[in-house]
């Protein structure tokens, strides 16, 4: 089964609202965590990394969390807009093989005008 | 920059037959990996090839297969195709080397088989 699980499949917030996205993991020995947003007929794009010794990464309006004793990703989206709307994943690396991304099932992020 | 580049983006296929997809990675870009997304099963890795040798494997069967070429650019192909083969198909192309490089995906092939 899946080892990078999602605990929500949707998620609907307010525009102008923070969002807060959630993953859980299984495997202690990750190295890197990413999270990816997939909008409709498109590839998924890169949004944020974090490496495994660190518990906190913030980009432009994205904050990423890493809680290593529960083994809990979360991506957080200040002042969520419109063009937020996408399926979001997070991705694991194991062991170092860099090319393989072990993605969760997906969150579905719906921004209400 | 032109992005990574995916042909066909749409395919139908019959039962039994195969096909192969193509994949231009990024200008300099020595790694591409393929990924299989269907609503199912979310996106799974399929491989990953780096200067032209597999580097990384997932657990598909031995009908998927790939290879890449000395200007990076990818194909994969699926034989004997089967209905469950149905997915968008996405390949991402990195840097490659050692460590974490980001990734850059493709929109992806759209495979129907029936």
């Known amino acids: 089964g899946e080892s990078v699980g999602l605990h929500l499949p949707t998620l609907s917030v307010q525009e102008g609202d923070n969002s807060i996205i959630n993953c859980a993991y299984s495997?202690?020995?990750?190295?890197?965590f990413i999270w990816y947003k997939q909008e409709s007929g498109k590839g998924p794009q890169f949004i944020i990394d974090?490496?495994?010794?660190?518990d906190k990464r913030q980009g432009q309006r994205v904050t990423v969390l890493l809680n290593k004793t529960v083994k809990h990703l979360s991506l957080q989206i200040a002042a969520t807009q419109p063009g937020d709307s996408a399926v979001y994943f997070c991705?694991?690396?194991?062991?170092?093989?860099?090319?393989?991304?072990?993605f969760g099932k997906g969150t579905k992020l719906s921004v209400k005008p | 920059k032109a992005g990574v580049t995916q042909t066909p983006r749409y395919l139908i296929k019959t039962r039994g037959q195969q096909v192969t997809l193509s994949c231009s990675p990024i200008?300099?870009?020595?790694?591409v990996s393929w990924y299989q997304q269907t609503p199912g099963q979310g996106l799974q890795f399929l491989f990953e090839y780096f200067s032209e040798t597999q580097r990384n494997k997932g657990n598909f069967p031995g009908r998927f297969s790939g290879r890449q070429f000395s200007n990076s650019r990818s194909e994969m192909n699926v034989s004997t195709l089967e209905l469950g083969d149905s997915a968008l198909y996405l390949c991402?192309?990195?840097?490659?080397?050692?460590?974490?490089?980001?990734?850059?995906f493709g929109p992806g092939t759209r495979l129907t088989v029936t």
């Open positions: 200008s300099g870009h020595r790694s």
């Open positions: 991705a694991e690396i194991r062991g170092g093989s860099q090319g393989n991304l072990i």
């Open positions: 495997n202690s020995a990750s190295d890197y």
């Open positions: 974090i490496r495994s010794n660190m």
């Open positions: 991402a192309s990195s840097l490659g080397g050692t460590g974490f490089y980001e990734q850059y």
